[in-house]
Antibody, heavy 118, light 107 residues
Framework: EVQLVESGGGLVQPGGSLRLSCAASGFTFSGYWMSWVRQAPGKGLEWVANIKQDGSEKYFVASVKGRFTISRDNAKNSLYLQMNSLRAEDTAVYYC???????????WGQGTLVTVSS | EIVLTQSPGTLSLSPGERATLSCRASQSVTSSYLAWYQQKPGQAPRLLIYGASSRATGIPDRFSGSGSGTDFTLTISRLEPEDFAVYYCQHYGTSWPFGQGTKVEIK
């Protein structure tokens, strides 16, 4: 059974940093693109970032470029999102998900809440 | 950059009724990369439809997708109590945008 478990969320002050992790199991992690998708409270889904299987390609939504970094450790079956210079508008539940070209976002974690507030 | 606009924002229907949800793209998109998701309160989204019209694993056949170019539709033929939720369309092209969602609520 595919499992994605996010961690690392919490309360952080504006301008601060946070690192999210996603532990994957039940599938060949190194064979999949991975993604972060977020959802602000009471709002819709917003794609944040994608990373290719070997980490050689990375893509970000415009609003986080230069502030967020996505990375992965295939040996540890883990995905990461380093978030710097956080803003109030980054407050959201952050989901990790698998992405496939023909299927899109197939498997999702349960999410971790990031709150940016003073 | 492609923008996906979903309508209506809210659909009020009774169990057993047919639901028709629309997703319109700001320019023509590849239907192969158009997906639909269902999200219930407090849960992660679930993939329903990929390639505009193919059901994902385990999705009941009352869910169907159609469309091409700029106009796509998700149809739920007969609403079951568990189908009342928010539905999102999403496309992959030069980015991975989602529509803003349609809430299907009990009338």
């Amino acid at each position: 059974e595919v499992q994605l478990v996010e961690s690392g969320g919490g309360l952080v002050q504006p301008g601060g940093s946070l690192r999210l992790s996603c532990a994957a199991s039940g599938f060949t992690f190194s064979g999949y693109w991975m993604s972060w998708v977020r959802q602000a409270p009471g709002k819709g889904l917003e794609w944040v970032a994608n990373i290719k299987q070997d980490g050689s390609e990375k893509y970000f939504v415009a609003s986080v470029k230069g502030r967020f970094t996505i990375s992965r450790d295939n040996a540890k079956n883990s995905l990461y999102l380093q978030m710097n210079s956080l803003r109030a508008e980054d407050t959201a539940v952050y989901y990790c998900a698998t992405w496939e070209r023909w299927l899109q976002f197939v498997h999702w974690g349960q999410g971790t809440l990031v709150t940016v507030s003073s | 950059e492609i923008v996906l606009t979903q309508s209506p924002g809210t659909l009020s229907l009774s169990p057993g009724e047919r639901a028709t949800l629309s997703c319109r793209a700001s320019q023509s998109v590849t239907s192969s990369y158009l997906a639909w998701y269902q999200q219930k309160p407090g849960q992660a989204p679930r993939l329903l439809i990929y390639g505009a019209s193919s059901r994902a694993t385990g999705i009941p056949d009352r869910f169907s997708g159609s469309g091409s170019g700029t106009d796509f539709t998700l149809t739920i033929s007969r609403l079951e109590p568990e189908d009342f939720a928010v539905y999102y369309c999403q496309h992959y092209g030069t980015s991975w945008p989602f529509g803003q969602g349609t809430k299907v609520e009990i009338k």
